[in-house]
């Protein structure tokens, strides 16, 4: 089974930055789809940022909300998956998530494998 584990959450002011990262074993995962889900209290989940490989191309999407703020990578030989957030706001506060999809064109939803979460708070 493929397991997802988030970390660097925690607490930051408003403005500031946080590195979002989430180890993958199981499998090895350089072509599948993965991404970044958040929920927020009283939301619903919704969707942060993917890569995705097409055509022999890498492709980076990123929700309206969060465009010019945060940048998803990966590092395949550690079979990490990145999310630097900065400029963040209060309305960043939510449970980040990592998933992955065994589908290299794209992140569906539901993504097939999710991480536990790892909670971001952002004071004003």
Do not use: H
Not at 51 to 76: C, E, H, L, M, Q
Not at 87 to 96: F, H, I, R
């Amino acid at each position: 089974q493929v397991q997802l584990v988030e970390s660097g959450g925690g607490l930051v002011q408003a403005g500031g930055s946080l590195r979002l990262s989430c180890a993958a074993s199981g499998r090895t995962f350089s072509f599948d789809a993965m991404g970044w889900f958040r929920q927020a209290p009283e939301k619903e989940r919704e969707f942060v940022a993917s890569v995705s490989w097409r055509g022999g191309s890498t492709y980076y999407a990123y929700a309206d909300s969060v465009k010019g703020r945060f940048t998803i990578s990966r590092d395949n030989a550690k079979n990490t998956l990145y999310l630097q957030m900065n400029s963040l706001k209060p309305e960043d506060t939510a449970v980040y998530y990592c998933a992955t999809d065994p589908n290299p064109g794209t992140l569906r939803y539901p993504p097939e494998y999710w991480g536990q979460g790892t909670q971001v708070t952002v004071s004003s």
